[in-house]
């Protein structure tokens, strides 16, 4: 079979696919921007409120002081979690933005490949028959754009050698 080059229109390939992805990554940066922005106000707050709950509930609260300490301890834990939560969150968005950019380059460069391609032989022939050669009129590969065209233009170059 014939060897597949990865990148066979090396700048139209990689501005589509590049152009494509930096849309998607400039979204979902802004995205993760402002959950990021969100959450940390979340934390600044919790933090504020973790630093301020203990010694509130130890000095008023009508509780035994036992009692009191174990809602402190409790309220501060969750409080600690909801912290948590909020970093996993965020490390989440970025990671999955992360993955999805490097999907979205394999997927482009298999797309745009499919188009590429059958533009690379198409250009072949036309260099063969203009520098008087007769082309290689393979078939293109089975998931290549542009079979109907090719097709018609493969019938063109037979009709184009016939008449010489």
Request: zero cysteines.
């Amino acid at each position: 079979m014939f060897k597949r080059k990865k990148l066979i229109d090396k700048s139209f390939q990689l501005r589509t696919t590049f152009s494509i992805i930096g849309i998607i990554i400039i979204a979902l940066i802004s995205l993760i921007a402002v959950t990021g922005i969100i959450l940390s106000d979340y934390n600044r707050r919790i933090y504020r409120a973790i630093s301020e709950l203990s010694p509130a509930i130890a000095r008023q609260s009508p509780l035994p002081a036992r009692e009191r300490v174990l809602l402190a301890e409790r309220n501060v834990q969750t409080l600690h979690d909801l912290q948590q939560r909020n970093r996993i969150i965020l490390s989440t968005m970025i990671i999955t933005t992360v993955l999805l950019g490097v999907f979205l380059y394999f997927y482009l460069i298999n797309l745009t490949n499919r188009i590429s391609g059958p533009i690379y032989v198409l250009s072949n022939i036309v260099r063969d028959l203009m520098e008087g050669r007769k082309p290689d009129t393979r078939s293109l590969r089975k998931n290549d754009e542009f079979k109907d065209f090719y097709r018609q233009f493969i019938e063109l170059v037979d009709r184009v050698q016939g008449d010489r």
